[in-house]
């Protein structure tokens, strides 16, 4: 699709993974790189599991905001 650029935001990664990210972007922000990283919920009080239909639900719901906001009201 030959974006002008990928920048990617992440709120915690270990220092391995953002050096590689580095290679493959045009800029990387990371709020947190701990050397001791086992996975992203060790950093959260709540990283439930989310179901594949929450996903849909709440990228359809994303999806119609977006249209609807691009679509000049009619008066």
Same mark, same amino acid.
């Given at each position: 699709m030959? /974006?002008? @650029?990928? %920048?990617v935001?992440?709120?915690?990664? /270990?220092?391995?993974?953002?050096?590689? !990210? +580095?290679?493959? &972007?045009n =800029? !990387?922000?990371?709020?947190?790189? /701990? =050397?001791? $990283?086992?996975? %992203? @919920? +060790? $950093?959260? &009080?709540? $990283?439930?599991?989310?179901?594949? +239909?929450? &996903?849909? =639900? !709440?990228?359809?719901?994303? $999806? *119609?905001?977006?249209?609807? *906001?691009?679509?000049?009201?009619?008066?």
């Open positions: 030959q /974006p002008a @650029g990928i %920048v935001g992440t709120p915690v990664d /270990p220092p391995d993974t953002v050096i590689r !990210l +580095q290679r493959e &972007v =800029e !990387l922000v990371c709020v947190e790189m /701990p =050397e001791s $990283f086992y996975g %992203v @919920g +060790q $950093f959260y &009080v709540d $990283f439930s599991q989310v179901s594949d +239909q929450e &996903v849909n =639900e !709440l990228l359809d719901r994303a $999806f *119609q905001e977006d249209r609807e *906001q691009a679509t000049p009201a009619v008066m």
